[in-house]
């Protein structure tokens, strides 16, 4: 991989909108996956608990697969790792058609499709061209990678639901199967080794080590108590997106709505976080990114308790939907810019690799406990409550981070 010093900005950004449509199909996929809980459930009969848990293995593994790709990627570059997702994603996706275990649910759905998706995801995207970019345009890069996926949840959860409700489910995995093999021939824009530049941190920890070792950043930043706040922080968001996305149309469904609410309602929360994408991360280069995280978290918390006290009707969810969409997955460019800020490029996707890994616990907790809350008590109710929760406490744990003020612009482009 070149350096970002001899590569066209013409290029480079070329590079980005190249991962931003490879992360609008692989996100595309996996936050629709809740759309085919139910016509899995009817048409296994394995019940919603059972199929919930391969849904939370999948959040899990789509955040464990990260940071060993990253690491991949970080020694012999992402154009590989893209490749074997692309084909990972659409076996797994035709494979769930065929199972009708929980075991093969949990093969398909949990292993196969989530590692192909993880292998095309935040991580090794952005860790593909954060040494392409210079330093002060890596949050905007990241938050326009991340507006990709944003568009493809905002594309793929009405077009599922429209093909599911013509043809069927199957064929909507099917299309999803084609859709996936698509990002394989993309992965050749993105080739390249890295180069072994750029590893010193902004806050001087490993100053002078442009020729750190994976092994001596891992030590480095696993030390650095800020790092720690990022994935506590990034817990939550997890927890949150994944009960999220595969039970509102359970919860759509509680409250006596067509399941056109809910995929309309995933399709809003992707539109509007694409705005949420960019302005996040054109504020990276302007405002402290700890700040950006810590409004977001907060404005989390604050929508949960209002839309608790709504009346459920359709408006309910599409302003739910709306509001929380700004914030959805617009941490990703904060929480990437920071670990970039904190430790420098050269094994961004190994380290935010290992923040997303956070994210996903996080994200099987939210989806696991979802389903068993439904079976035990036939409501989301207390899961809510946990989730407002969580997102205020996410909002504090950000305030301790060490970051330094960004520079005005003036400076940086000087």
Not at 119 to 142: D, H, K, M, V
Not at 241 to 260: K, Q, R
Not at 262 to 283: D, E, H, K, Q
Not at 365 to 381: E, I, S
Request: aromatic letters at 10%; proline letters at 4%; one cysteine or more.
């Amino acid at each position: 991989m070149k350096k970002s010093s001899s590569t066209s900005p013409a290029t480079s950004w070329a590079l980005v909108m190249v991962a931003a449509l490879v992360l609008m199909i692989t996100m595309g996929s996996r936050q629709s996956l809740g759309l085919f809980l139910s016509p899995i459930n009817s048409h296994t009969g394995l019940g919603i608990a059972k199929i919930s848990f391969a849904m939370a293995i999948a959040q899990l593994v789509w955040g464990a697969i990260q940071p060993v790709f990253g690491a991949v990627a970080d020694r012999w570059g992402p154009g590989r790792v893209i490749v074997l997702g692309a084909f990972l994603l659409a076996a797994g996706s035709v494979l769930t058609t065929q199972v009708t275990s929980k075991w093969g649910l949990i093969f398909a759905v949990g292993l196969l499709s989530a590692a192909g998706a993880g292998a095309g995801s935040f991580s090794i995207l952005i860790g593909a061209t954060a040494q392409r970019i210079a330093p002060e345009q890596r949050s905007f890069a990241g938050g326009v990678i991340n507006a990709g996926g944003s568009v493809g949840q905002f594309i793929f959860a009405p077009l599922n639901q429209a093909v599911m409700s013509a043809f069927g489910w199957m064929q909507a995995m099917w299309m999803m199967a084609v859709f996936a093999l698509t990002t394989a021939p993309m992965a050749w824009w993105l080739r390249g080794r890295p180069h072994a530049a750029g590893s010193t941190n902004a806050s001087g920890a490993g100053s002078g080590s442009s020729a750190l070792t994976l092994r001596q950043q891992l030590a480095i930043a696993l030390r650095d108590r800020s790092y720690w706040c990022l994935h506590a922080g990034f817990f939550t968001c997890g927890f949150h997106i994944a009960f999220l996305v595969t039970h509102m149309p359970g919860e759509v469904d509680l409250c006596g709505l067509s399941a056109n609410v809910a995929s309309t309602s995933l399709a809003l929360i992707g539109l509007a976080n694409v705005a949420g994408s960019l302005v996040a991360g054109a504020l990276g280069s302007r405002v402290r990114m700890k700040m950006i995280l810590f409004w977001m978290y907060a404005s989390r918390a604050v929508a949960i308790l209002i839309f608790m006290a709504a009346p459920k009707e359709p408006v309910t969810f599409y302003v739910f939907a709306v509001v929380l969409g700004a914030t959805w997955l617009a941490t990703v460019p904060p929480t990437a810019g920071l670990t970039a800020k904190l430790f420098g490029p050269r094994y961004l996707a190994t380290l935010f690799g290992l923040t997303l890994l956070t994210h996903q616990i996080g994200g099987f907790l939210g989806a696991w406990l979802g389903g068993l809350a439904v079976v035990a008590t036939g409501n989301y109710d207390w899961i809510w409550w946990a989730d407002a929760v969580l997102a205020l406490l996410a909002a504090l744990v950000n305030l301790p981070i060490k970051e330094d003020r960004p520079k005005p612009l003036a400076m940086q482009a000087a």
